[in-house]
């Protein structure tokens, strides 16, 4: 009996695994296109995994996984939409100190002029201010590396100048005037960047603040602006987002939260794998009682969107200028471990009429057509007339007031500005593009620093400063002997608008922009047509009556 039960004992052994492998089927939920047990699960299977060591392990030529990794990367979020992006580590500083509102660095604002390094203005306060560094000067040598007329470029100086706080550099200076070099042995220190470029009151009770991004800091720096402003006698207030591409919601909810009352929806969001988030106005507005206007055009985007959508949909204010870009798209950030990172889009944003503005876009392409859509948008004709731009009557949505308002394709504003198309401005245009007019009032500036020092402030300089027919004349032959031919039908039809355009850059080079933008205003139809809806009066159209 013994020997029978040793004999049989693998075969009841065998039996028992069976059943306990039936039994564990059983109880385990299989999918319907499962055909076997032991089917792989493909929807763990890394392919591209697999893929990259393959080619890694067996190609003909040597191969850097990384950079194969990365380029496969890159063609992924090529065929998902246009803003989700890959950012190296060695660009992840350059992209995020925008963002965050500060970097580390010596505090300059440079320019490469003629091959060299060349210091626009020291940062107020900042490291390099404190050594002495001054406007005009020339950067020969950093540290012991020579960056004069050897093709520096705006990223390399960037990457020898910026540093971590408390480091320090050695930078060899050219001063106009003063014979040989001279060394400084600058710091470097936490540097901040502001939001906004200039907040002042172009008159009596109307204020104007151009903001450039939507960082950290943004909402700070506009707070401050506005409670100057007001402390002045603002009660009307142009907001300037004209060429700003965005950056932080949260900025952007926080900016318009200022202007509307509580519990008005600013914006909401929404994705396939990201439930509806809705954010509403609090009561914590400080300018529920300030008539606002803002000013968008081509380069306007993302937040700069967010804050025009919310009041234009709410009936609170009116916008002026041309369409703004059209992304509707908000990206989330994944820090990798080797420094890298990934922006990817998670969800759309919704004005408060329920209209998502994003464009239209192809994938596959590298989202050329997407991104030359300016060059479109001016071919078309749409910068010319209104009556170019085509919106889908299906996106069609009606604000409270009444107002109808388009999805799509960006905001379009409630009065729409044209560019200026007299031929006559051909000549005055191709100064523009070729930049003549900057470069000239940059080499005037350098050339006569200590004769315009006698100006203290801008205000001495706006007052006293002529652009005399002298000068006037040196410039039309500097433009000359650069390419653009003297036209003299253009010449005579543009001699306000050069005249003008060569103070307000020289004003910058003192000044910074506060030397600018009060200058060029006087050109600048968008600005003036602001200005004329606070003297007149709009309808709820959008229109002057």
Known sequence: MKNKLVIYLPILFALVLICGIFLGYKLIPVSSNQSNLFQLNLN??????DVVNYIVQEYVDSIDKNHLAEEGIYGILDNLDPHSQYITAEEFNDVNDQLIGNFEGIGIQFRIEKDTITVIHPIAGGPSEKVGLMAGDRIVFVDDSLVAGVGVTDRDAMKMLKGKRGTEVKVGIYRRGLIGLHDF?????????????????????????????????????????????????????????????????????????????????????????????????????KLEDIDVVILIDGGSASASEIVAGAIQDNDRGFIIGRRSFGKGLVQRQLDLLDGSALRLTIARYYTPTGRC???????????????????????????????????????????????????????????????????????????????????????YTDKYRSDLQQYKNFESFNKQFIISDVLF???????????????????????????????????????????????????DNIFIEAIESFNGSINQYGKID
């Open 44 to 49: 763990r299977y890394n392919k591209l995994n």
């Open 185 to 285: 042995t600058i710091t470097r220190d936490v540097i901040p960047t502001y939001s906004v470029d200039i907040a002042y009151m172009p008159q009596e009770t109307t204020g104007y603040i151009k903001v450039s991004k939507f960082s950290a800091t943004t909402f700070d720096d506009f707070n401050d602006a506005t409670r100057e402003l007001k402390e002045r006698g603002m009660k009307y207030l142009i907001l300037d987002l004209r060429g700003n591409e965005g950056g932080y919601l949260k900025s952007a909810i926080d900016m318009a939260d200022e202007f509307l009352e509580k519990e008005k929806l600013i914006v909401y969001t929404e994705g396939n794998n990201q439930p509806r988030e809705s954010f509403y106005a609090t009561n914590k507005g």
């Open 357 to 443: 503005i994003q464009r239209p876009y192809e994938r596959g392409n590298g989202f050329e057509d997407y991104y030359s859509e300016s060059y479109h948008r001016y071919i078309n004709g749409e910068l010319e007339e209104q009556d170019s731009i085509h919106f889908i009557d299906s996106l069609k949505y009606i604000t409270p007031g009444g107002k109808v308002v388009y999805g799509g394709g960006g905001i379009m504003p409630d009065v729409f500005v044209p560019i200026d198309k007299d031929e006559r401005l051909q000549y005055f245009n191709n100064l523009i593009q070729k930049g003549l007019i900057f470069r000239f009032a940059f080499d």
């Open 473 to 523: 004349n040196e410039f039309i032959d500097n433009a000359n002997t650069s390419g653009v031919k003297q036209d003299v039908e253009g010449v005579e039809f543009a001699r306000d608008r050069i005249r003008i355009m060569l103070k307000a850059y020289i004003g910058r080079n003192l000044f910074d922009d506060e030397g600018f933008y009060p200058i060029y205003h006087t050109i």
